[in-house]
């Protein structure tokens, strides 16, 4: 769980989670960019991105994957210069 691989995982969830919502914030409340209430986007959008990490922190804790249902496997990246055999 306290692999580089894993918080990149964890930190791709967390800026998409934030992304969506703050698309659901904005859209929900259907005005114009100049007269959205940002603040209030910008805390949904930071509330969302810490209940994922939370959740990722929760489900890695178990097998160091942050998925929930292991859909996918968090290879290491291999380290060092690549030799060809």
Do not use: Y
């Not at 959008?45 to 994922?52: K, R």
């Not at 994957?65 to 380290?79: D, K, Q």
């Amino acid at each position: 769980m306290w692999t580089r691989t894993f918080w990149k995982a964890t930190a791709e969830r967390g800026i998409s989670t934030a992304a969506q919502s703050a698309l659901l914030v904005f859209g929900a409340d259907q005005v114009n960019v100049i007269h959205a209430d940002w603040p209030v986007i910008a805390g949904f959008a930071a509330g969302g991105f810490v209940l994922t990490v939370l959740k990722s922190l929760a489900v890695g804790a178990k097998d160091g994957n942050p998925s929930a249902v292991n859909a996918e496997t968090l290879a290491e990246p291999i380290e060092g210069p690549r030799h060809l055999a």
